[in-house]
């Protein structure tokens, strides 16, 4: 390797090594303080809460690698270019091009450890991280309750109140609770004023004690309409004092918080895991559409739709207005049963609907998941190609101007790709786009960059705007001096 090479490598690497381990360290102290309520005063070791953070780091490598390539870029070139030795490499004869190669090499090797990584380690980490954060969070279910929504933490009850106070956070304020126990909808209903929970340490219990409140609970299983539900039995009340204990044996104990529990997600998979996934999808998916078409198909009776032999054809018959052909009475016969038809058509659509919708988001997941890691790993050859001519453009190294122009570069590529990703699931476009969509935008921006840095153009060209203008008045004041 010649000497200038390993000099360049030298200079990219060194704020690389820096500009990494921060980005780092802010991504992760970002998600800690996202998630820093439902781990916090939880009694955990200093040993789990450090295993949480490791994972943690390494979900978000593949997410810093892109960030520190750009901004290292910047950095090393602006730094070349302000220290004049860009010039001086100019006069030698040594090319841009021939200057950022063992970068190109460089940032290529990137591009492949950060797909390894998205393909390997991701997935692993994901998977410890988020069952290491459920277990955590189930750890002290009191503490995960939070106010001013409705809390599924306790198995078969959902709870909500408005605030939590007193000096254990265990003193709620106007408490609303549905027993779902029963497996048949919200039909035990608790309110009260006040509230407080009592959780001790290895209890298979948490109780609760609700002051001032009232008492709803339907005794019916079930029921087909409004009118016999309103007859069937019912029992109500007011209490000063109600106390009631749920089972939180389910909920993790201090030897289970390595216990792996959600094992389904499209984020713990690989790519060669979810390329195999996505046609059982698209399948099951195609057979739930298909199977519904058939339904509304049969509620129709669009099987006995046929064409008549012109032999047989019926005369004088009314082809514009179809009903004028019949008497009064057929035709309400006709209108109401083309109403039933369409009526039920349509509570079919409606109920399925919503099952429909979700099957489509999951396997826009899965495709996204898919398309996303491949995009991603390229992401650091394209933001290469914008950072290494952006600098030899602005020609200013350290942390001030490269920071404030990778930073908008980054909200920029992140903001399209979120943007395509959430397009993406909810089906406005197709994943492929979706997860493609900031490099679209981002490598013509690349090319612009490095055509005008091997041109040694600044970054905009303002004499080629204001020249033309300049001449266009000129060109008015000469024919009047005339």
Not at 173 to 186: A, E, F, P, T
Not at 417 to 423: F, R, S
């Amino acid at each position: 390797m010649k000497i200038l090479d390993k000099y360049i490598l030298k200079t990219f690497l060194v704020p690389f090594a820096a500009t990494f381990l921060i980005v780092l360290f802010v991504l992760v102290m970002q998600l800690l303080w996202q998630t820093f309520e439902s781990i916090a005063g939880k009694g955990i070791s200093v040993t789990f809460i450090l295993k949480f953070l490791y994972y943690t780091s390494l979900s978000i490598v593949p997410q810093a690698l892109p960030i520190a390539v750009l901004l290292s870029s910047i950095m090393a070139l602006g730094a070349l270019g302000e220290n004049y030795e860009f010039a001086a490499a100019k006069s030698a004869g040594i090319s841009l091009q021939r200057l950022v190669r063992p970068l190109i090499f460089l940032t290529l090797i990137l591009s492949g450890i950060n797909f390894i990584f998205l393909n390997n380690i991701f997935p692993y980490a994901i998977f410890k991280q988020q069952n290491l954060y459920y277990n955590i969070k189930k750890k002290k279910p009191a503490l995960a309750l939070v106010p001013g929504s409705f809390n599924s933490d306790l198995p078969n009850y959902q709870i909500k109140f408005d605030e939590k106070y007193g000096e254990e956070k265990n003193l709620l304020k106007n408490v609303l609770i549905y027993d779902l126990s029963s497996r048949h909808g919200n039909q035990k209903v608790i309110t009260a004023d006040r509230g407080k929970i009592i959780s001790e340490e290895g209890s298979r219990y948490m109780t609760f004690i609700l002051y001032d409140g009232y008492y709803y609970e339907d005794h019916t299983k079930s029921t087909t309409s409004r009118s016999k539900k309103d007859k069937m039995p019912a029992s109500q009340a007011t209490f000063k004092e109600y106390e009631f204990n749920i089972d939180i044996s389910d909920i993790v104990g201090d030897g289970e918080l390595d216990q792996e529990r959600i094992k389904n997600n499209f984020k713990m998979l690989k790519l060669e895991q979810l390329n195999d996934t996505i046609p059982v999808l698209k399948n099951s998916y195609n057979e739930l559409l298909l199977s519904r078409t058939k339904s509304i198909s049969s509620i129709a009776k669009s099987n006995q739709l046929y064409k008549y032999a012109d032999s047989i054809k019926a005369e004088n018959i009314d082809a514009t207005n179809i009903l004028a052909n019949f008497s009064l009475k057929d035709k309400i016969s006709i209108l109401n049963g083309s109403k039933l038809k369409i009526n039920s058509a349509v509570t079919n659509v409606k109920n399925n609907i919503k099952s429909i919708k979700w099957k489509r988001k999951t396997l826009n997941f899965f495709d996204s998941e898919y398309y996303g890691r491949i995009a991603l790993s390229l992401s650091c050859l394209i933001l290469f190609f914008i950072g290494a001519p952006l600098g030899s453009i602005i020609r200013k190294g350290g942390f001030g101007l490269p920071m404030i122009l990778a930073i908008a570069i980054y909200v920029l590529y992140f903001f399209g790709n979120t943007m395509g990703k959430n397009l993406a699931e909810e089906s406005s476009i197709s994943s492929l786009l979706g997860s493609w969509i900031s490099a679209l935008f981002m490598i013509p921006l690349g090319i612009f960059l490095t055509r005008r840095a091997t041109k040694d153009k600044g970054l905009f060209n303002v004499d080629a705007i204001l020249n033309p203008i300049k001449n266009f008045f000129l060109k008015f004041k000469s024919k009047k001096d005339i």
